[in-house]
């Protein structure tokens, strides 16, 4: 797999069908699905609920409802940009996404998303989110642990072509 | 509701202190803190730090350094409305953050 950006695209390119799989599956790993820890990191209290009792109450009523809306947003745009996925000729040849620079923010929010949820379903600890050498072979929980790093390699790739392009970018008046 | 003694024309005020301290409560700064979390990547929080508060880079990363090194990090304190709203945009990023009373 190679990553460059490409005038206004954050292109992947030489993605292998196993990563490619782990890519298509990013929509459905933000989705914390019946595990109330991933529910609980998503959609964190913004105070003390025992101290806040009443900024806790209408942070639920008004403000989750919202934060809601702005995580299905990025996950759609990021399932949007991961249609041409499946427009594959052959189904095991590696294959390229491109990711328009405008969509960066959505990606990060996504893979932010499926990072956090899945280190709650499996409840990993800091020294294994560390362990960038653990085998991606075994069981559903090194599987997942991939993930989690796979993700976060992507998201520091984003970030520093956001960087980078900030950088280039004439400073404001 | 009667505003003032009939009698000797004395303006009543039942409920102007419990107000008065209300808004005194409310007006005293508040912290906004964003607490330590082993999945966000620290360029990450750098980048949500200068896009939230408009800090420089330098500024941002001594917060996620502080953030990473001792657990949690004060970002920010004022009013509580401001607080809230800063709040609402670091979990909007996904940051573990909280607003609080200072101590």
């Known amino acids: ?173 | 509701m009667s505003a003032s003694d009939p009698i000797t024309g004395a303006i009543e005020s039942p409920t102007i202190t419990e107000e008065t301290r209300t808004e005194l409560a409310r007006d005293l700064p508040w912290q906004v803190v964003v607490h330590n979390d082993p999945v966000n990547l620290m360029s990450y929080v750098t980048m949500v730090f200068q896009k939230v508060f408009g800090y420089p880079k330098e500024k941002a990363e001594m917060h996620m350094l502080e953030v990473h090194r001792l657990g949690r990090s004060i970002l920010w304190s004022g009013v509580q409305e401001r607080a809230e709203l800063f709040v609402q945009q670091l979990h909007g990023y996904l940051l573990l953050a909280t607003i609080e009373r200072p101590n």
């Open chain 1, 1 to 173: 797999m190679e990553v460059f950006g490409n005038n206004g695209t954050l292109e992947i390119g030489e993605i292998d069908p196993f990563l490619a799989e782990l890519l298509r599956q990013i929509p459905a790993s933000t989705n914390p699905g019946s595990v109330p820890a991933a529910e609980r990191r998503l959609f964190s209290a913004p105070a003390d609920p025992a101290v806040e009792k009443e900024i806790c109450a209408e942070w639920k009523l008004y403000v989750e409802p919202e934060l809601r809306r702005i995580f299905e947003t990025a996950t759609q745009t990021v399932e949007g940009d991961l249609r041409q996925l499946g427009d594959q000729e052959k189904p095991f040849a590696n294959c390229t996404l491109r990711i328009p620079i405008a969509n960066s923010e959505a990606w990060l929010n996504a893979l932010n998303q499926a990072r956090l949820a899945l280190a709650a379903k499996f409840d990993f600890t800091e020294a294994e989110l560390c362990d960038h050498y653990r085998s991606p072979v075994g069981s559903r929980r090194d599987l997942s642990l991939f993930q989690v790093n796979f993700y976060g390699f992507l998201q520091e790739f984003i970030l520093r072509e956001m960087e980078c392009r900030n950088d280039a970018a004439p400073p404001n008046e």
